[in-house]
């Protein structure tokens, strides 16, 4: 009887439990698909007035039946869009590179064979991205201009890598830590010497890791604007500089402007998309224990 009775206490509360995990699950998801929403709803409202005339994008109420036209991306690619798309194709990409080439080794010696004194460095690293760039501005531009670098996308280059490298090196060293030791140690008994065990062990553990970290050192490289306002004039000036062109003391084009905020936001989409797989890996890649 006492059995049956305890039996019964323990189906009503996995039911009551069961009702209000239904019950909360419900009011989470809705949350979050309210939060998803808000937060796409810019971009979405960005593409449908990117199609628009700038006389349908400034009336309000606005107009969700319109005739779609490409005339506003016709005037992007009029007023030289592509020079700036190739100003800051070119940096982001190539500082990405040297990012990763630099941040492997690095995050290799802090991690798998720590240095002595690991600490220290992960600390300097660290304290680098606490100094507000705007108070390094005058010495980098009269370095620059010293050096004849001004103007030029070598030097964003060198900018971006600079800003991006501690990220890069954190975050790679933390899904190298997650590599579990016995994994290496096992390799190192069959044999395997520095390479192959760089090569064929870690490599392949933490690929999802470093795609996810190119992607974001890509993301801030492509929407860096004070670096290339301060340091650029004409000729290597990027897409965000690019934007701020449609912004005049004769009105703000919206159409015009949508249209070319959409082009700039096109690469780190196709790149999201791209390397989704593998960045949702490599940002749960702590579960690799």
């Known amino acids: 009887m006492t059995t049956r009775t305890a039996t019964e206490l323990i189906t009503v509360t996995s039911t009551r439990r069961r009702r209000t995990q239904g019950r ?3 009011m989470l998801s809705a949350l979050t698909w309210i939060v998803a929403l808000l937060t796409v709803f810019p971009f979405i409202w960005m593409i449908i007035t990117a199609f628009k005339s700038e006389v349908d ?15 506003q991306f016709q005037t992007a690619f009029a007023n030289n869009f592509l020079p700036f798309f190739q100003n800051s194709i070119t940096s982001s990409v190539v500082s990405v590179v040297l990012v990763m080439v630099l941040a492997l080794p690095a995050a290799y010696a802090l991690s798998i064979r720590p240095i002595r004194a690991w600490r220290d460095v992960m600390f300097f690293l660290l304290s680098t991205r ?3 760039i705007a ?17 030029q996308t070598v030097l964003l280059i060198i900018m971006y890598t600079a800003m ?3 990220l890069a090196v954190w975050l790679i060293r933390s899904f190298m830590v997650e590599i579990p030791k016995e994994i290496l140690e096992a390799a190192r008994v069959d044999g395997a010497n520095f390479y192959q065990e760089l090569w064929r062990i870690v490599w392949p553990m933490v690929a999802p890791g470093l795609a996810a970290t190119a992607l974001l050192c890509f993301i801030f490289s492509w929407n860096e604007f004070f670096l290339a306002r301060s340091l650029t004039s004409v000729q290597a ?7 701020v062109g449609f912004i ?29 797989k593998q960045l949702v890996r490599g940002l749960s890649l702590g579960a690799i224990k």
């Open 130 to 132: 606490m100094l507000p």
């Open 164 to 166: 991006n490298l501690p």
């Open 237 to 243: 000036q990027t897409v965000p500089l690019y934007l």
């Open 24 to 26: 909360y699950g419900w």
């Open 248 to 276: 005049s003391t004769q009105g703000l084009f919206l159409a015009k402007l949508s249209a070319a905020s959409l082009l700039a936001t096109l690469p780190v989409v196709l790149a999201g998309l791209l390397a989704q």
């Open 135 to 151: 108070g390094a501005i005058i010495p980098i531009y009269l370095i620059s201009n010293w050096l004849g670098l001004l103007d």
């Open 57 to 71: 994008a400034v009336t309000l109420p606005p107009k969700l039946f319109f005739e779609p036209t490409l005339e």
